[in-house]
């Protein structure tokens, strides 16, 4: 089945320093992938959409200069987070779709998540 | 009113059980809907898919009702293992965009 690979699975970093977590698909290609984040018990919230070779879509209320997201080729998206801070701490978690399956009836496979924490 | 909405829980059932669990949607020109197992400190993993007609996997049963915007997800014969939050999941167009419900968290007991 396809496999989303997530790195890093979760990092820690100080206050005022950048984060890169990286978001592959390693057995198909991937037009489109998104990008999430999950505070505690609470669900997922879509951050933005990644397009390869154009900009990317973010959701009402998203930084886009504060989670910059690059999507250089069609198995590869980036999001990184700036200037991280520790409200940024969090659960990020990206998904693709197959571009020949698509979406429709199969879902979307999910990366393992990011765990960052900001102290 | 959120986009899609789910009892949080938890619900807590012996092992044996059967269970139910609803959602609901709000736009009404959604496209496709998911059942997906989120474990903690996990992804979410893509448990089933609701067709219209309703389906059936194992011990599991979907359900959509368009015109309710109503989608529910029945688990007979629980094990400790279904122990999970089960997120309501919904596409709302062809973007791609997936709207998720806030999950509701099972804890199948012995």
């Known amino acids: 089945g396809a496999v989303v690979s997530q790195h890093p699975s979760w990092v820690i970093c100080k206050s005022g320093t950048s984060v890169k977590i990286e978001c592959r698909s390693l057995?198909?290609?991937?037009?489109?992938m998104f990008w999430y984040r999950q505070f505690p018990k609470q669900s997922l919230m879509l951050m933005a959409t990644?397009?390869?070779?154009?900009?990317?879509?973010?959701e009402q209320g998203v930084e886009k200069d504060k989670f910059l997201i690059n999507h250089a080729s069609l198995t590869l998206s980036t999001l990184t987070v700036t200037s991280a801070h520790p409200e940024d701490s969090s659960f990020y978690i990206c998904s693709a779709r197959d571009n020949l399956v698509g979406g429709g009836l199969y879902g979307y496979t999910f990366g393992s998540g990011t765990r960052l924490t900001v102290v | 009113r959120k986009e899609v909405e789910q009892d949080p829980g938890p619900f807590n059932v012996p092992e044996g059980a059967t269970v139910a669990f609803n959602c609901t949607y709000s736009n009404s020109a959604s496209q496709s809907f998911f059942w997906y197992r989120q474990d903690c400190r996990k992804e979410p993993k893509l448990l089933m898919s609701v067709y219209s007609s309703g389906n059936e996997d194992g011990r599991f049963t979907a359900q959509l009702n368009r015109a309710s915007q109503y989608i529910s997800l029945l688990i007979r014969d629980s094990k400790l293992s279904d122990s999970a939050t089960y997120l309501c999941?919904?596409?709302?167009?062809?973007?791609?965009?997936?709207?998720f419900g806030q999950g509701t968290t099972l804890q199948v007991k012995p």
């Open positions: 057995d198909f290609q991937a037009t489109t």
């Open positions: 999941v919904v596409n709302p167009g062809n973007t791609g965009k997936l709207i």
């Open positions: 990644s397009n390869e070779g154009s900009k990317a879509t973010y």
